[in-house]
Structures are given as C-alpha cells and as structure tokens.
C-alpha cells in the first residue's frame, strides 16, 4: 500500500517534469506562444511546482549559464528514486 502511494508520487513528478520540459522547448522554438493565457497559466504553474525541487540543484551544480541542468539532475533522480531506491526499500528487488 505504502510502495503503491509512493509510486504513484513519483510517477506524476515524473509526468509533471516530462510536461514541463516539452513545454519549455516548444517555447523557446516559438511553437507556444506565451502571450496566450493558458500557456502562461501552465508554464507559471509547473514553475511554481517545481522550483523548489530545482532551487537547491542549482546552488551545488556550477553556473551553466544559459544551460541549465538542474532539470536534467533533477529527472535523473527521480528516475532512481521510482526505479531502484523504491524497489529495493520495500524488497521487490
């Protein structure tokens, strides 16, 4: 029951930062308009969300300017965390 919640946990984060990483390409190619609201209204949301995550990624990685690897660091855990730290707490590896 546990492992199932926690899982679930991990599998939006993981979604939310997928979305968001899409989202932020389609942007910078100019295939999303951020002028329109709901653009705005998604991407300022998912920042929202995820800013915390990314803020203390950012103080130990070294300035990348205008690169920023917080997100790829950030995804790579998360990926470990769902994937071989979950499963093995819980013994189903």
Do not use: H
Not at 7 to 29: C, E, G, H, K, P
């Amino acid at each position: 029951m546990i492992y199932d919640i926690l899982r679930l946990v991990l599998n939006l984060a993981f979604y939310v930062m997928i979305i968001q990483i899409i989202m932020s390409w389609l942007l910078n190619f100019n295939v999303l308009n951020y002028g329109q609201p709901f653009v705005r209204g998604l991407w300022d949301g998912l920042n929202r969300l995820l800013e915390p995550v990314y803020r203390p990624i950012r103080s130990i990685l070294p300035d990348t300017r205008p690169l920023d690897l917080a997100p790829l660091v950030a995804f790579v855990i998360l990926i470990a965390l769902r994937d071989i730290v979950l499963p093995t707490l819980f013994g189903l590896r």
